[in-house]
């Protein structure tokens, strides 16, 4: 009789957790920043720089209209890395111009020099795209998009990012299997 209890919770757990969510946009970036998901990682120092990196879907950065589970077959994987301190915009801050201009550089045209993503412990992929829009302050962090081209998940993602001039030092983010795929089953609502 226990062994058949024990079956049916594990089957419980396994249907549990199989089936699509279904979520708005706002849900979405809400669990995708919240820390027990596992789609967000943060470096914080001392001085108050803030450096959070997270996992999201493409629904988020595109207007278009999806249907539900299609971020599940993109052979896509975007991050948002977002720098700040204080609360404020990173870039603006006690940077003298050659190095606010160097920094402007790096992060507009030469993101790929600075990060790549391993995948599996592996395959080492080179940066396919990014984004960086220069708020000049109006903002309440800086934030660059990264797009890497992969084959369907088979593992783990570690973000590799090289210091780009914030003196950060080279920074390591592990997104682990199961917390991608619950993020690919679930199913925006328009």
């Known amino acids: 009789m226990k062994s058949f209890n024990l079956l049916l919770v594990i089957i419980s757990l396994l ?8 979520m708005n946009r706002e ?9 027990s998901n596992g789609l967000k990682k943060v470096y914080q120092d001392k001085n108050g720089l803030l450096f959070e990196t997270y ?4 629904e988020l950065i595109e207007s278009g209209k999806f249907k539900g589970g299609e971020a599940a077959n993109d052979s896509l994987v975007y991050f948002m890395l977002s720098f700040s301190k204080n609360g404020r915009e990173l870039l603006g801050q006690g940077n003298d111009f050659n190095t606010y201009a160097t920094l402007i550089n790096n992060l507009s045209f030469n993101a790929a020099a600075y990060c790549q993503l391993l995948v599996n412990e592996k395959d080492t992929l080179k940066l396919n795209n990014s984004s960086f829009v220069n708020t000049f302050g109006t903002a309440s962090a800086n934030n660059l998009l990264l797009v890497f081209k992969t084959k369907k998940l088979v593992g783990d993602y570690t ?3 090289e210091d780009i001039g914030f003196g950060t030092g080279n920074q390591k983010f592990l997104f682990r299997k199961k917390d991608i795929q619950h993020l690919n089953r679930i199913v925006l609502k328009n």
């Open 27 to 35: 849900q979405l970036r809400a669990y995708i920043y919240d820390d």
């Open 159 to 161: 973000l590799l990012f």
């Open 55 to 58: 996992l999201i879907r493409k």
């Open 15 to 22: 249907l549990f957790f199989s089936c699509k969510r279904e």
